[in-house]
Nanobody, 125 residues
Framework: QVQLVESGGGSVQAGGSLRLSCAAS????????MGWFRQAPGKEREGVAV????????YYGNSVKGRFTISRDSAKNTLYLQMNNLQPEDTAMYYC??????????????????WGQGTQVTVSS
């Protein structure tokens, strides 16, 4: 129903920056939570940043506060993640997700119904 297409991943050195984008199908996410999650090999999927598309509330994982910024362009149904001062620990597959809300917290992957294909972020030292 809701299609999510991610872009912007790549390989950078520690201290570098990347900007991820997630384009959602039109009229599907105006009252949804949308967020970025990441999963590294051998680790559980982790909430990175979430924004409510119908407002301005934002939520960040503790490990990225002060370094990453989530934003959206509601007119284009597009989500962004500006990642600054990247560190090797940020290396993971990054996924865009969308969901209407429910019984789980906004940083809980179980809240989200739709997922993008993922984009790889690799940070070297």
């Amino acid at each position: 129903q809701v299609q999510l297409v991610e872009s912007g991943g790549g390989s950078v050195q520690a201290g570098g920056s990347l900007r991820l984008s997630c384009a959602a199908s039109a009229y599907g996410v105006s009252n949804y939570y949308m967020g970025w999650f990441r999963q590294a090999p051998g680790k559980e999927r982790e909430g990175v940043a979430v924004i409510y598309m119908g407002g301005r509330g934002t939520y960040y994982g503790n490990s990225v506060k002060g370094r990453f910024t989530i934003s959206r362009d509601s007119a284009k149904n597009t989500l962004y993640l500006q990642m600054n001062n990247l560190q090797p620990e940020d290396t993971a597959m990054y996924y865009c997700a969308a969901g209407p809300g429910g019984s789980y917290g906004v940083m809980d992957p179980r809240l989200y119904r739709y997922w993008g294909q993922g984009t790889q972020v690799t940070v070297s030292s």
